[in-house]
């Protein structure tokens, strides 16, 4: 609060907002690019930059529910963009890796994603990227905790604001 008044934290907000809608355009771009969903690139992305993932490994790196990445990887796997394997060290999932298709996909879109990057990033020098990469992490945390809560048995029964 400053001087009674919130205003700036919520441009923040509108700031941060802001900017995720352009990084999602950036994204859902990149992936009619290449023929696939925004939720899909991201995933090659992820299985690209380690050469492979589970299903559990991208689900908590996208945030997203391990069912849905076992729906859009089955797609992938169909368009023949992702391949899966038995993981001898967990019975319990698959490795995916991308096809020489995928990997071929990824590397097309290299120089575009690599302009855009440039372009969109610009402002960030590496001290800066390294600064906002350690303050992401801790709100995407703080973020987590907080849905947690609003999600614990004792807030669902609450009351509401009316409508």
Known sequence: ?????????????YSMLSFATLM????????????????QYSMMAVIAESGRATIGEIAIRMNVASPFVTTEIGK?????????????????????????????????????RCTVNDHMYRSLTPARAAALADIMR????DSSRALYELDAPRQRGGSRPSR
């Open 76 to 112: 992938l796997i169909k368009k023949d963009i992702v391949q899966k394997m038995a993981n001898e060290t967990d019975r319990r999932s698959v490795i995916l890796t991308l096809t020489a298709k995928g990997k071929n996909l990824i590397r097309d879109l290299a120089p575009l």
């Open 24 to 39: 999602l355009r950036s994204r859902e771009y990149f992936a009619a690019h290449i023929g696939v969903t925004g939720p």
């Open 138 to 141: 801790d709100l995407i945390a």
């Open 1 to 13: 609060m400053k001087n009674g008044s919130d205003r700036d934290f919520r441009s923040f907000i």
